[in-house]
């Protein structure tokens, strides 16, 4: 079975430049999850959507930031203009509402 | 500022030898799970605890969830090469499944 599946896998851009990462949850799961990893901080939850409609956004560090499911088997995270403190492993997870979350590979993004 | 505390940080050890890790709040929750994420990949699942008191065991992984349920350990018994990794505690509140993480501790167990 496929589980979350992310890409790309790693993105290198320019400061100013947008980025678009995009997540397939796993079929079936009801609730998706963005994280974003970097060493200072560690993993932390940036939006999650439950059956499509987003639940909790207090993560999402500024309006650069923004994300979207337009279905159930995908959703997008976009950084407009990214920052080169946007640099980071970003993680996208699916469940079922309280369920376990299975996590994807991860986006590893560089922000030059 | 983290919700939850882990400690150590980073861990070496030689293989067969024993170790511990911790997980602390100020906060209660309802759940308490932990990961282990190895280089390149996303988080595990390993275990989730959910009544205080609790113990759960995962072959030579010891699982303890704290009576207050604020706190949890992770033991590594006999530890292996394999139990190289980021291990990853989280906490979950009773209503959604929003999961606040740990900062991590890194084990590094060398043959």
């Known amino acids: 079975d496929a589980g979350v599946i992310q890409s790309p896998r790693h993105e290198v851009t320019e400061m100013g430049q947008e980025v678009t990462l995009r997540c397939k949850p796993i079929s079936g799961h009801n609730s998706l999850f963005w994280y974003r990893q970097t060493m200072m901080r560690g993993l932390e939850l940036l939006i999650y959507f439950n059956n499509n409609v987003p639940i909790d956004d207090s993560g999402m560090p500024e309006d650069r930031f923004s994300a979207k499911m337009p279905n159930a088997s995908f959703s997008t995270l976009k950084i407009q203009p990214s920052e080169p403190r946007d640099s980071a492993v970003y993680f996208c997870?699916?469940?079922?509402?309280?369920?376990?979350?299975?996590f994807g590979p991860g986006t590893r993004l560089t922000v030059l | 500022t983290q919700l939850l505390e882990q400690s150590p940080q980073f861990l070496s050890i030689q293989e067969g030898e024993n170790l511990t890790v911790y997980c602390n709040s100020s906060?209660?929750?309802?759940?308490l799970q932990w990961y282990r994420q190895e280089p390149g990949e996303g988080p595990v699942l390993l275990v989730t605890v959910v009544t205080g008191g609790e113990v759960k065991k995962l072959k030579r992984l010891t699982f303890q969830f704290g009576d207050a349920r604020k706190d949890s350990s992770l033991h590594i018994t006999a530890a292996q090469p394999g139990d190289t990794g980021l291990y990853l505690c989280a906490g979950g509140k009773a209503a959604g499944n929003k999961l606040t993480f740990g900062g991590g501790t890194r084990v590094l167990v060398k043959p």
């Open positions: 906060s209660v929750f309802s759940s």
């Open positions: 997870a699916s469940s079922l509402t309280s369920g376990t979350q299975y």
